[in-house]
C-alpha cells in the first residue's frame, strides 16, 4: 500500500511541478500589474525576441553586443523600476500572494455616498480607505480607533469640521468604521497635475502600496474621485462612485472594466482633470 502511494505521488509529481510553478508565475504577474510592473515584463519580453532572433540568425556582432549590455541592462531596469519592484515586494511580504480573494463586507455602502455628497455640496474634503486582502493595520495605527457603526452623520461630523480626525483618512471595513485621522503615504508618481493636493496624492500612494479602494472627495471642486491601483478617476457622479465601488468591494473586478470610459492612462487623468487643491 505504501509503496503503491509513492509510485502514484511520484506519478503525478511532474503534473505538481508544473502546477505550482504556473501559480507563481500567475500570481507573480498579477502583482506586476497592480504595481504597473508589466512594462518591466514586456522590455524584457522585447530584448528576449531580440535575442533570439540574433541566435537564430547568428548576428554574431548584435549577440556579442546583447552579450556585453545584459549586466549593465538589469541595474538599469532594477534603478528605473526602483518603486515598482519595491511595491511588489512590499505586496508579497504583505501575504497578498497566497491570501485568498475575500471580499470586505460592506452593508452601508449607501450611506458613505450619501455622506459623500452631502461633504461635497459643503466644500469640504474627504479621504475613506476600503481595506481589501492586504492588511492595513499600520495605518489604522496611526489614527484614532472608532470601532463604530457606518454612518453617513458620522462620517460627515468627522469631515465637517476643522476637528483632530478633519485631514486625516478614515479606514472602513467589515461594515464598522474602524479608526479616523489616518496617514497615508504620499504617491510617487512624478506627472501627477501640480494643482492635486495632499487628500488626492494620498489617495494614489494608498492604492500604490496596497490593493485598497480610495473614495476622495476634493475640498476645492467638491469632485468625487475613486483611487485604485495607482489609477484615479477624478469627478464621477454618485451613481458612478456606487457602482464602481460596489463591484469592486464585493467582485473584486478592474475598476472600469465593463464601462470603457474609465480605460484609460492614469498620468492623462491626472494631467487632463480640473485644478484640485484637496
Known sequence: MVQRLIMVLVTLRPFFDVAILAFLLYKGYTLLLKTQGVQLLKGAG???????????????????????????????????????????????????????????????????????????????????????????????????????????????????????????AMLIQNNKITAAGCFLPLSEQQDIKKTFGTRHRASLGMSEQS?????????????????????????????????????FLEKGSRLGAEDPQFEQDPTVTLKEAPDAAA
Open 211 to 247: 490593493d485598497a479602494v480610495v473614495l476622495v472627495v476634493s475640498e476645492e471642486t467638491g469632485a468625487i474621485s475613486l483611487a485604485y491601483e495607482s489609477r484615479l478617476y477624478y469627478d464621477l457622479s454618485p451613481l458612478q462612485v456606487t457602482k464602481k465601488l460596489r463591484a
Open 46 to 168: 522585447l530584448l528576449a525576441v531580440v535575442y533570439g532572433i540574433a541566435t537564430v540568425c547568428k548576428f554574431a556582432t548584435l549577440q556579442w553586443i546583447l552579450n556585453a549590455l545584459a549586466p549593465g541592462l538589469l541595474i538599469a531596469a532594477a534603478i528605473v523600476f526602483q518603486p515598482e519592484l519595491r511595491q511588489l515586494f512590499l505586496r508579497l511580504g504583505q501575504g497578498e500572494l497566497f491570501r485568498p480573494g475575500v471580499a470586505p463586507r460592506l452593508g452601508r455602502l449607501d450611506a458613505v455616498i450619501t455622506a459623500a455628497e452631502i461633504l461635497s455640496q459643503q466644500r469640504r474634503g474627504m479621504l475613506i480607505v476600503f481595506p481589501r486582502k492586504v492588511s492595513l493595520k499600520h495605518i489604522a495605527e496611526t489614527g484614532t480607533r472608532l470601532n463604530a457603526d457606518i454612518s453617513s452623520s458620522l462620517i460627515v461630523t468627522v469631515f465637517q469640521f476643522d476637528g483632530p480626525l478633519h485631514d486625516g
